[in-house]
């Protein structure tokens, strides 16, 4: 009757003991580690590697699909997050960072299209709107008609509480702002960049991969959008719905308007313009 309650002390004894050593014997925490992490987001490897690479006291996360490493740059707290490929697929990796990390802003960067002939491969373009390409009701055509781009009129579905198709309020298109203290920082390193230039305007995604030049044509005119990729306007949807700043900035590795043929390494100067901005946003901003 009475050796069960020695065996549970011993045992708890053990445990106390082991739990102080482990303790010991992990790295000192950062000491900014209770402030929310600067999350950066890319779709794939070659878009977001280096930058997990650049991390001090890294540990990796696997949340299923999606993959989050996470350290510190200059001792501020940073989460790398390979979002994966897509609006889908960003938009479920921006809801995980959300709720895990509670970051205090978001970066969504990457490879993009670009959507005019004198943006060219390895130029760099900082979002300050991200709209999205692939939300528009089609007009009407019977059988046989085919399909018509020109008829399209695009769709807010954040707008409508009803059938989004037939409220005329929900057929503008959604612009998501880029963050102003974000946009400060990124102007601040622009000089740093010496692969390309850095310049303002519109992201536009979607999960098309366009070439049809009349459609850029299109796109650029209507909506602004000067680079075409497929998870910033979806990041900055779900960023917004949880109240955190989020900053868009794309690299051109490919322009079909100009004929600027893929270059992957263009994922790689991003990281590295990226890496700039994080730092100047974390010692310049957070860290004031
Ligand atoms: N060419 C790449 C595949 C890229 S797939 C390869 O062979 O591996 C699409 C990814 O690249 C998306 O994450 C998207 O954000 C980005 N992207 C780059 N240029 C794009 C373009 N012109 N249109 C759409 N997405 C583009």
């Known amino acids: 009757m009475n050796a069960m309650p020695r065996v549970s002390a011993g045992l708890f004894a053990v445990a106390l003991l082991t739990a102080c050593v482990t303790r010991e014997a992990a790295p000192a925490p950062p000491a900014v580690d209770a402030a929310r992490p600067v999350v950066v987001q890319g779709a794939m490897d070659l878009e977001i590697r280096k930058l997990a690479g650049t991390l001090e006291h890294v540990t990796e996360e696997k949340v299923h699909g999606w993959t989050f490493w996470r350290g510190t ?5 940073v989460v790398i997050s390979k ?9 479920a990796a921006t809801a995980l960072a959300a709720e895990r990390y509670h970051p205090v802003a978001i970066i969504n960067q990457g ?3 670009g959507h005019e002939p004198d943006l060219h491969v390895y130029d760099i373009v900082l979002g300050i709107q991200a709209v999205n390409l692939g939300s528009f009701k089609t007009g009407y055509r019977a059988r046989g008609r085919g399909s018509s781009f020109a008829e399209w009129t695009p769709l807010d579905l954040m707008r409508s509480e009803g059938s989004a198709g037939e409220d005329p309020n929900a057929r503008s298109m959604r612009r998501f702002g880029g963050d ?7 102007r601040r390193v622009r000089g740093t960049y010496r692969k390309g230039r850095v310049v303002e305007g519109v992201i536009g995604s979607s999960e098309i991969w366009n070439s049809e030049i009349d459609r850029i044509q299109r796109f650029h005119d209507q909506f ?21 700043p989020l900053l868009g900035i794309r690299v051109v590795s490919n322009n079909i308007t100009n004929g600027g043929t893929y270059d ?3 994922g790689e100067a991003c990281q590295e313009y990226v890496y700039d901005v994080v730092k100047a946003y974390i010692g310049e901003t957070l860290k004031r």
């Open 73 to 77: 740059i200059d001792g501020y707290p």
């Open 111 to 113: 490879t993009a299209g």
């Open 224 to 244: 602004g959008t000067m680079a075409e990729e497929m998870e910033t306007a979806s990041a900055a949807q779900i960023a917004g719905l949880f109240d955190i």
């Open 180 to 186: 102003e203290g974000l946009l400060t920082a990124a």
């Open 83 to 91: 979002t994966l490929k897509g609006m889908s697929n960003a938009a």
């Open 264 to 266: 992957a390494l263009t």
